[in-house]
Protein backbone atom coordinates (compact mmCIF):
# COMPACT_ATOMS: atom_id res chain seq x y z
CA UNK A 1 0.00 0.00 0.00
CA UNK A 2 1.00 3.40 -0.87
CA UNK A 3 -0.06 6.77 1.10
CA UNK A 4 0.60 10.02 0.22
CA UNK A 5 -0.18 13.37 1.29
CA UNK A 6 1.31 16.13 -0.66
CA UNK A 7 1.94 19.66 0.61
CA UNK A 8 2.50 22.95 -1.41
CA UNK A 9 6.53 22.46 -1.67
CA UNK A 10 6.14 18.99 -3.04
CA UNK A 11 7.11 16.84 0.24
CA UNK A 12 5.09 13.65 0.52
CA UNK A 13 4.84 10.77 3.11
CA UNK A 14 4.42 7.53 2.10
CA UNK A 15 4.00 4.44 3.29
CA UNK A 16 2.84 5.22 6.51
CA UNK A 17 0.48 2.97 8.62
CA UNK A 18 -1.06 6.09 9.66
CA UNK A 19 -3.64 7.27 7.07
CA UNK A 20 -4.52 11.00 8.83
CA UNK A 21 -3.88 13.71 6.66
CA UNK A 22 -3.11 11.41 3.57
CA UNK A 23 -4.97 12.19 0.15
CA UNK A 24 -3.45 9.41 -1.95
CA UNK A 25 -3.72 5.89 -1.38
CA UNK A 26 -2.63 3.47 -3.98
CA UNK A 27 -3.57 -0.45 -3.27
CA UNK A 28 -3.47 -3.06 -5.34
CA UNK A 29 -6.32 -5.64 -5.91
CA UNK A 30 -5.39 -7.96 -3.17
CA UNK A 31 -4.47 -5.04 -1.05
CA UNK A 32 -8.11 -3.95 -1.25
CA UNK A 33 -10.06 -6.93 -0.39
CA UNK A 34 -8.28 -7.25 3.01
CA UNK A 35 -10.43 -4.35 3.52
CA UNK A 36 -7.48 -1.95 4.99
CA UNK A 37 -7.27 0.47 7.63
CA UNK A 38 -7.98 3.73 6.37
CA UNK A 39 -10.23 6.12 8.87
CA UNK A 40 -12.74 8.06 7.10
CA UNK A 41 -13.64 5.88 4.95
CA UNK A 42 -14.58 2.84 6.32
CA UNK A 43 -18.09 2.62 4.78
CA UNK A 44 -17.23 3.43 1.34
CA UNK A 45 -13.92 1.92 0.57
CA UNK A 46 -15.69 -1.54 -0.51
CA UNK A 47 -17.38 0.37 -3.55
CA UNK A 48 -13.49 1.08 -4.76
CA UNK A 49 -13.66 -1.30 -8.04
CA UNK A 50 -11.06 -4.16 -8.12
CA UNK A 51 -8.30 -3.06 -10.99
CA UNK A 52 -8.46 -6.30 -11.82
CA UNK A 53 -11.98 -6.81 -12.87
CA UNK A 54 -11.99 -3.34 -14.73
CA UNK A 55 -13.34 -3.63 -18.24
CA UNK A 56 -14.60 -0.36 -18.96
CA UNK A 57 -13.70 3.37 -18.58
CA UNK A 58 -16.64 5.06 -16.11
CA UNK A 59 -17.09 7.36 -13.36
CA UNK A 60 -20.17 6.89 -11.20
CA UNK A 61 -21.43 9.48 -8.83
CA UNK A 62 -23.01 8.65 -5.04
CA UNK A 63 -24.10 10.72 -3.01
CA UNK A 64 -20.46 11.22 -0.47
CA UNK A 65 -17.82 9.54 -3.16
CA UNK A 66 -17.67 9.24 -6.95
CA UNK A 67 -15.82 5.86 -8.22
CA UNK A 68 -15.36 3.85 -11.61
CA UNK A 69 -12.54 1.99 -13.26
CA UNK A 70 -9.99 2.95 -16.32
CA UNK A 71 -9.01 0.21 -18.54
CA UNK A 72 -6.63 1.39 -21.59
CA UNK A 73 -5.30 -0.37 -24.32
CA UNK A 74 -2.36 -0.66 -23.17
CA UNK A 75 -0.06 -3.10 -22.08
CA UNK A 76 2.85 -3.14 -19.22
CA UNK A 77 6.49 -4.70 -20.45
CA UNK A 78 5.52 -7.76 -18.82
CA UNK A 79 2.17 -7.62 -21.06
CA UNK A 80 0.45 -7.12 -17.87
CA UNK A 81 -3.11 -5.17 -18.65
CA UNK A 82 -2.89 -1.15 -17.20
CA UNK A 83 -5.87 -0.94 -15.58
CA UNK A 84 -7.01 1.06 -12.37
CA UNK A 85 -10.33 1.25 -10.06
CA UNK A 86 -10.79 4.18 -8.21
CA UNK A 87 -12.67 5.76 -5.43
CA UNK A 88 -13.23 9.45 -5.12
CA UNK A 89 -14.76 11.86 -1.84
CA UNK A 90 -13.86 15.68 -1.19
CA UNK A 91 -10.56 15.00 0.35
CA UNK A 92 -9.30 11.27 -0.66
CA UNK A 93 -8.53 9.38 -3.77
CA UNK A 94 -8.03 5.84 -3.21
CA UNK A 95 -6.34 3.70 -6.58
CA UNK A 96 -6.57 0.40 -7.23
CA UNK A 97 -3.39 -0.42 -9.45
CA UNK A 98 -1.51 -3.72 -10.24
CA UNK A 99 0.74 -2.87 -12.45
CA UNK A 100 2.36 0.05 -10.55
CA UNK A 101 2.13 2.16 -12.92
CA UNK A 102 -0.10 4.61 -10.78
CA UNK A 103 2.91 4.89 -8.47
CA UNK A 104 4.94 6.39 -11.14
CA UNK A 105 2.52 8.22 -12.78
CA UNK A 106 2.19 10.28 -9.03
CA UNK A 107 5.76 10.04 -8.73
CA UNK A 108 6.17 11.80 -12.04
CA UNK A 109 3.25 14.23 -11.22
CA UNK A 110 4.92 15.51 -7.89
CA UNK A 111 8.46 15.94 -9.41
CA UNK A 112 6.85 17.78 -12.61
CA UNK A 113 5.15 19.86 -10.21
CA UNK A 114 6.53 21.06 -6.77
CA UNK A 115 4.22 23.34 -6.01
CA UNK A 116 1.08 21.26 -6.72
CA UNK A 117 -1.59 22.20 -4.32
CA UNK A 118 -2.79 18.87 -2.68
CA UNK A 119 -5.97 18.82 -3.61
CA UNK A 120 -8.49 15.51 -5.43
CA UNK A 121 -9.15 17.93 -8.25
CA UNK A 122 -5.59 18.92 -9.06
CA UNK A 123 -4.37 15.24 -8.93
CA UNK A 124 -7.13 13.65 -10.72
CA UNK A 125 -6.22 16.01 -13.58
CA UNK A 126 -2.79 15.37 -13.67
CA UNK A 127 -3.52 11.50 -13.77
CA UNK A 128 -5.45 11.94 -16.64
CA UNK A 129 -3.06 14.46 -18.50
CA UNK A 130 -0.20 11.65 -18.04
CA UNK A 131 -2.53 8.85 -19.17
CA UNK A 132 -3.18 10.18 -22.87
CA UNK A 133 0.46 12.26 -22.44
CA UNK A 134 2.00 9.81 -25.23
CA UNK A 135 -1.15 8.59 -27.30
CA UNK A 136 -0.92 11.10 -30.31
CA UNK A 137 2.77 9.82 -30.70
CA UNK A 138 1.50 5.97 -30.33
CA UNK A 139 -1.46 6.95 -33.03
CA UNK A 140 1.41 8.60 -35.56
CA UNK A 141 3.24 5.36 -35.35
CA UNK A 142 0.31 3.41 -36.19
CA UNK A 143 -0.57 5.92 -38.91
CA UNK A 144 3.53 5.32 -40.63
CA UNK A 145 2.09 1.18 -40.08
CA UNK A 146 -0.83 2.18 -42.42
CA UNK A 147 1.03 4.32 -44.63
CA UNK A 148 3.94 1.31 -45.04
CA UNK A 149 1.10 -1.35 -45.76
CA UNK A 150 0.11 1.18 -48.25
CA UNK A 151 3.04 0.86 -50.05
CA UNK A 152 2.89 -2.68 -50.07
CA UNK A 153 -0.27 -3.20 -51.82
CA UNK A 154 0.22 -0.71 -54.30
CA UNK A 155 3.76 -2.72 -54.98
CA UNK A 156 1.74 -5.80 -55.48
CA UNK A 157 3.55 -7.51 -51.85
CA UNK A 158 -0.43 -9.32 -50.56
CA UNK A 159 1.50 -12.18 -48.64
CA UNK A 160 0.00 -12.07 -45.07
CA UNK A 161 -1.11 -8.47 -45.19
CA UNK A 162 -4.81 -9.50 -44.72
CA UNK A 163 -3.60 -10.68 -41.16
CA UNK A 164 -1.81 -7.03 -40.52
CA UNK A 165 -4.82 -5.02 -41.34
CA UNK A 166 -6.73 -7.07 -39.06
CA UNK A 167 -4.33 -6.75 -35.71
CA UNK A 168 -4.25 -3.09 -36.48
CA UNK A 169 -8.08 -2.50 -37.66
CA UNK A 170 -8.62 -4.55 -33.80
CA UNK A 171 -5.96 -2.05 -31.87
CA UNK A 172 -7.70 1.36 -33.95
CA UNK A 173 -11.27 -0.27 -33.04
CA UNK A 174 -10.00 -0.82 -29.35
CA UNK A 175 -8.48 2.79 -29.20
CA UNK A 176 -11.45 4.40 -30.20
CA UNK A 177 -13.70 2.68 -28.06
CA UNK A 178 -11.22 4.09 -25.58
CA UNK A 179 -11.02 7.48 -25.52
CA UNK A 180 -15.17 7.29 -26.17
CA UNK A 181 -15.13 5.97 -23.03
CA UNK A 182 -13.27 8.02 -21.22
CA UNK A 183 -14.52 10.68 -22.92
CA UNK A 184 -17.97 10.38 -20.88
CA UNK A 185 -16.42 9.59 -17.95
CA UNK A 186 -14.74 13.09 -18.12
CA UNK A 187 -17.93 14.60 -19.00
CA UNK A 188 -19.05 12.81 -15.51
CA UNK A 189 -16.49 15.08 -13.75
CA UNK A 190 -17.38 17.85 -14.69
CA UNK A 191 -21.00 17.55 -14.11
CA UNK A 192 -19.53 17.75 -10.68
CA UNK A 193 -22.36 16.09 -8.93
CA UNK A 194 -20.95 15.70 -5.57
CA UNK A 195 -18.87 19.72 -5.77
CA UNK A 196 -15.99 17.93 -5.27
CA UNK A 197 -13.79 20.33 -7.88
CA UNK A 198 -13.16 24.35 -8.24
CA UNK A 199 -14.27 26.42 -11.34
CA UNK A 200 -9.91 25.93 -11.68
CA UNK A 201 -10.19 22.18 -12.00
CA UNK A 202 -13.76 21.83 -13.60
CA UNK A 203 -11.63 24.16 -16.65
CA UNK A 204 -9.00 21.61 -16.68
CA UNK A 205 -11.20 18.47 -17.01
CA UNK A 206 -12.81 20.74 -19.85
CA UNK A 207 -9.42 21.02 -21.48
CA UNK A 208 -8.68 17.19 -20.94
CA UNK A 209 -12.44 16.37 -22.57
CA UNK A 210 -11.33 18.44 -25.58
CA UNK A 211 -7.75 16.68 -26.07
CA UNK A 212 -9.76 13.25 -25.56
CA UNK A 213 -12.18 14.22 -28.07
CA UNK A 214 -9.22 15.00 -30.56
CA UNK A 215 -7.24 11.94 -30.19
CA UNK A 216 -10.60 10.10 -30.49
CA UNK A 217 -10.98 11.79 -33.73
CA UNK A 218 -7.93 11.14 -34.94
CA UNK A 219 -8.36 7.52 -34.12
CA UNK A 220 -11.28 7.39 -36.46
CA UNK A 221 -9.63 9.02 -38.99
CA UNK A 222 -6.65 5.98 -38.74
CA UNK A 223 -9.51 3.34 -38.54
CA UNK A 224 -11.18 4.77 -41.41
CA UNK A 225 -7.56 5.22 -43.48
CA UNK A 226 -7.37 1.05 -42.49
CA UNK A 227 -10.79 0.61 -44.38
CA UNK A 228 -9.81 2.25 -47.47
CA UNK A 229 -6.18 0.16 -47.13
CA UNK A 230 -8.06 -3.02 -46.74
CA UNK A 231 -10.73 -2.15 -50.06
CA UNK A 232 -7.39 -1.06 -51.87
CA UNK A 233 -6.11 -4.78 -51.17
CA UNK A 234 -9.51 -6.44 -52.02
CA UNK A 235 -9.36 -4.24 -55.14
CA UNK A 236 -5.74 -5.39 -55.86
CA UNK A 237 -6.91 -9.11 -55.40
CA UNK A 238 -9.93 -8.70 -57.48
CA UNK A 239 -7.62 -7.09 -60.52
CA UNK A 240 -5.22 -10.26 -60.19
CA UNK A 241 -7.77 -12.97 -60.51
CA UNK A 242 -9.16 -10.51 -63.56
CA UNK A 243 -6.00 -11.45 -65.20
CA UNK A 244 -6.18 -14.59 -64.08
CA UNK A 245 -9.76 -15.26 -65.49
CA UNK A 246 -8.79 -13.23 -68.86
CA UNK A 247 -5.73 -15.60 -69.39
CA UNK A 248 -7.77 -18.75 -68.87
CA UNK A 249 -10.54 -16.96 -71.51
CA UNK A 250 -7.82 -16.35 -74.15
CA UNK A 251 -6.55 -20.01 -74.07
CA UNK A 252 -10.18 -21.23 -74.05
CA UNK A 253 -11.30 -18.79 -76.91
CA UNK A 254 -8.23 -20.17 -79.18
CA UNK A 255 -8.71 -23.93 -78.25
CA UNK A 256 -12.54 -23.83 -78.97
CA UNK A 257 -12.27 -23.85 -83.11
CA UNK A 258 -9.44 -26.48 -82.57
CA UNK A 259 -11.30 -28.45 -79.85
CA UNK A 260 -14.62 -28.57 -82.94
CA UNK A 261 -11.89 -29.55 -85.98
CA UNK A 262 -10.35 -32.41 -83.44
CA UNK A 263 -14.10 -33.48 -83.02
CA UNK A 264 -15.33 -33.33 -86.54
CA UNK A 265 -12.55 -35.43 -87.70
CA UNK A 266 -12.33 -37.85 -84.58
CA UNK A 267 -16.13 -39.38 -86.02
CA UNK A 268 -13.94 -41.12 -88.32
CA UNK A 269 -17.01 -41.63 -90.81
CA UNK A 270 -15.92 -43.57 -94.03
CA UNK A 271 -16.65 -41.16 -95.93
CA UNK A 272 -14.52 -38.29 -95.46
CA UNK A 273 -11.58 -38.09 -98.25
CA UNK A 274 -9.43 -36.34 -95.45
CA UNK A 275 -8.81 -39.05 -93.78
CA UNK A 276 -7.16 -41.30 -96.79
CA UNK A 277 -5.83 -37.97 -98.26
CA UNK A 278 -2.04 -38.21 -97.86
CA UNK A 279 -1.92 -34.46 -97.04
CA UNK A 280 -4.65 -34.86 -94.42
CA UNK A 281 -2.96 -34.45 -91.91
CA UNK A 282 -0.38 -31.79 -92.34
CA UNK A 283 -3.56 -29.98 -93.47
CA UNK A 284 -5.04 -30.45 -90.61
CA UNK A 285 -2.00 -29.24 -89.11
CA UNK A 286 -1.78 -25.65 -90.94
CA UNK A 287 -5.47 -25.20 -90.85
CA UNK A 288 -4.96 -25.09 -87.07
CA UNK A 289 -2.26 -23.18 -86.57
CA UNK A 290 -4.18 -20.49 -88.99
CA UNK A 291 -6.73 -20.44 -86.71
CA UNK A 292 -4.64 -20.24 -83.98
CA UNK A 293 -2.99 -16.97 -85.29
CA UNK A 294 -6.45 -15.24 -86.60
CA UNK A 295 -7.51 -15.77 -83.42
CA UNK A 296 -4.26 -14.10 -81.73
CA UNK A 297 -5.03 -11.43 -84.36
CA UNK A 298 -8.38 -10.59 -83.31
CA UNK A 299 -7.84 -11.00 -79.49
CA UNK A 300 -4.73 -8.43 -80.03
CA UNK A 301 -6.72 -5.59 -82.08
CA UNK A 302 -9.17 -5.82 -79.85
CA UNK A 303 -6.92 -5.24 -76.96
CA UNK A 304 -8.19 -8.14 -74.91
CA UNK A 305 -4.53 -7.89 -73.71
Given at each position: ?8 SGE ?143 EGG ?148
Amino acid sequence: MYQSALSASGEQASDSQNCNGHILTLLTSEELEQEPCLPGLEDILCHTPLARDARVCKAEAHRTYLCGTIVTPRHTREQRPISFGYLLTKDRMIICDDAGVAHRMFQRIREENPQLTPNIGGLLYGFLELLIAKDMHHLQELEEMLSQLEEQVLEGGLDNLNHQMTVLRKELTNWGRYYTQLEDMVCEFEENENKFFTDIEMRQFHMVEKRIARLKNEAQILREYGLQIRELFQAEIDIRQNRIMKILTIVTTIFLPLTLVAGWYGMNFSNMPELSWKYGYPAVIVISLVIVMICLWIMKKKKFW
